[in-house]
């Protein structure tokens, strides 16, 4: 999540080119074109998990998003739930009673850390937890989830967090293997890596190592497609960009002739 839009991919090198006629796609496997496959990253197999994984998204964040996470977290795990919308409803959210806790992932300020949470929780009382996320930019998932505390008050959730530093800024892809896009904040992840930290809290001991590895491997190998992409994109500039770059170049030329004609003749003696 970040409230920067998604890098553009116009030129094959993105998931956006999946719908751009005469272009080879993967449908049997990542969905991503061919060139960027992402199949030989993915498990054979969803990974079954003791943890239910829960995604609230945004409806724009797999339409208008084609750096989101979710299609590889969603072939990568097999004890998940995607939910589209900008609120949780009742009917969205897993049957009560569960077999465990529900954690709601995500920042607030009521949350404690998740490592110190399972800390401090003995195994028994957190088996077979369900996972609450929040997939969108920070704004949306801001809103979405103030829209959902009626019914995340009614689960008695308990909300966590992973560790963010507010006072510093967070990392871009060109500084961290991990980074799909740049994020507001220190320790600010995309979905599938805020899944992959977690589950190696709250999985069995042994199994969380494993689980989080796989799906950070994925997630490596798209952001180095991305930058790749990047790194031999050209861009061109755009049209204000340039018309203010005209105009300073004429008013250094101005000032030049100007100085030019101020400055004292030379005198011959």
Known sequence: MDDFDPVPSDDGDGAAAASSPGRSICHAGCGR???????PYLPPSPLPTSTTVVILHHPHALRRNPLSTLPLLARSLSNHRLVPGRRLLPSSTPPAPTPGPVLLLYPSPAAS????WCRSTPRPARAAPTLLLLDGTWRQAREMHAASLP???SLGVVPVALPVDSCAVGDSMFE???VVRKEPRKGCVS????????????EPEGKGAMVE???????????AFQTEHLQHRTVKPRVKMRKKELKREEEMQRNAGLMHRLAPAPSCR
Do not use: Y
């Not at 979905?191 to 709250?202: D, F, Q, Y």
């Open 33 to 39: 074109p061919s060139r960027v496959c992402l199949c």
């Open 113 to 116: 850390d998740l490592a110190t």
């Open 151 to 153: 019914v995340l008050s």
């Open 176 to 178: 961290s293997d991990l």
């Open 191 to 202: 979905t599938m890596e805020a899944v992959a930290r977690a589950l190696r809290l709250l």
């Open 213 to 223: 590895e796989t799906l950070l491997g994925v997630l490596r190998a798209m952001v």
